[in-house]
C-alpha cells in the first residue's frame, strides 16, 4: 500500500458524456454514458487552485500519486510502486535531425513494464473502493499483464481475452499473476465484444479502453509528470503511438487542467498520432477530415499495442490532433524495426516497437516539414523492449574459431 495520505473526500464533482456534456454522479463505478460514448472525470479546479501548488508536490514522493487532489481516489491507493518515469535525452536523433531537443519518456520503467500500469492502477484500485470483484479486459498483451497484476495486489479476480497472436512473454505474465488468460482467434476488437457480451450478462466488469471512466485518469498523469519535469513549460510537439489513445487523450485534459490551474499558459504542444500503415484508422480519419474512424479491416503489424481496428475515443483523438495543429502519421514494420535497432546501437536505449514508430514518425514529420529546426519534442516510449520478440543478431562461436574472427 502506499504511504500517501489522501484526502477523505476528493476534489470530484460529477462525470460527464464526452458527446452530450451530461452529468452523472461522482465516485461511482460506470462505462459509457447513456448515449454509449466515454466518461471523462471533472473536478472542482478552483478548490484544487487552493489546496496544492507546485511547491507543495515538491515535498512529495517521485510517484504517480503525487498528483492526488487531479485523481478520483477517496483513499490511501493498492501500489506496485508507479514511480515517475525519466526523460531521456537523445541527442543521436536530435544531431541528426537538427532539432533542439529530442527526448524520449521511458514508460517501460513502469510496474509491468509499460504505461497500461498508470491507467490501471486508477480503474482498479477504483474498482476495489467501489465494491467490484472481478474484472475483464481485451488486452494485446501489456494491458492485461498489468490488470492481472494490479487485481493481485488487490484480490479482484481478473480475466484477460487476448488475439491468439499475442507474444507468449505477456500470456504468461497473465497467468502467473493468476488471471483467467484466453487466446481468441481474432483481434481485440473480437476480444472486446467477448468481454462486452459477459459484462452484459452481469458476469464481470468491464475494463476496456475508455470503457470506463478511469483508466483516462491514470493515464493523463504522464501529461502532469511531462509538465512538471520540464518546469511547467511543453515541448513544441509530443510524438504518441495510438491504439485505443486513452494517454493521448488523457494527456490533452491534464493540460486544460494545469491551465485552469495556473501551472502553464496556454501554448501547447502539436499531439502527433503515431499509427502502423498496416492498421492507421485515426491517421486516414484524420487526414479525410473525418471526426470518426472507420473499421480498419485485417489489420496487422509488429506493434501490437497499436493494432487497434477501431477506437471509441476515435472522435477525442481527432479532436486533440486539430486543437493542437498536430497531425497523424503511419510507419511502416520496416521503419520500425530500423528505428529500433538504430536506436538502440546509436543510445542503448532499447525501445518497444509502439516506441520506434514515435522515432521513426519523427524522421518523417521532420523531412516534410511539420516538425521544423531547433524543435523540442518528446516520443514516448510505452513499454520495456524486453517484453518484445526481436530478430534474432546474435553470432556462434564455433569451437577451434580463431578469437581475432570475433571482431571481423
Known sequence: MSTHTLPIENF?????????????????????????????????????????????????????????????LTQAPISLGESVTPLLSCQYLARALDLGEVLIKDEGRLPTGSFKARGIAMAVNLAKSLGVQRMAIPTNGNAGAALAAYCAAAQIEAICFCPDDTPQVNLQEMAYYGAKTFRVKGLINDCGKLVK???????????????????????????????????????????????????????????????????????????????????????????????????????????SGIRVPIAIGDFLILKALRESQGTAIAVTDEEILESQKNLAKQTGILLCPEGAATAAALIKARQNGTITIDAKVVLFNCASGLKYPMPGLVQTFEPGQDIATVLD
Open 197 to 303: 457480451q459477459g459484462a452484459d450478462q452481469g458476469l464481470w466488469f468491464d475494463t476496456a479502453t475508455l470503457k470506463e471512466p478511469y483508466r483516462i485518469e491514470g493515464k493523463k498523469t504522464m501529461g502532469l509528470e511531462l509538465a512538471e519535469q520540464l518546469n511547467w513549460i511543453l515541448p513544441d510537439a509530443i510524438f504518441y503511438p495510438t491504439g485505443g489513445g486513452t494517454g493521448l487523450i488523457g494527456m490533452w485534459k491534464a493540460f486544460a487542467e494545469l491551465e485552469a490551474l495556473g501551472w502553464i499558459d496556454s501554448r501547447r504542444p502539436k499531439m502527433i498520432a503515431v499509427q502502423a500503415d498496416t492498421c492507421a484508422p485515426i491517421v486516414k480519419a484524420f487526414h479525410t477530415g473525418a471526426d470518426h474512424a472507420e473499421l480498419w479491416p485485417e489489420a496487422q503489424t509488429i506493434a
Open 12 to 72: 470530484v464533482t460529477h462525470l460527464e458524456c464526452s458527446q452530450t456534456g451530461k452529468h452523472y454522479r461522482r465516485n461511482t463505478q460506470l462505462n459509457l454514458s447513456d448515449v454509449g460514448k466515454p466518461l471523462l472525470v471533472r473536478y472542482d479546479l478552483k478548490a484544487i487552485k487552493a489546496a496544492v501548488s507546485p511547491a507543495i508536490l515538491n515535498q512529495r514522493p517521485q510517484d504517480l500519486w503525487r498528483y492526488q487532489e487531479l485523481l478520483p
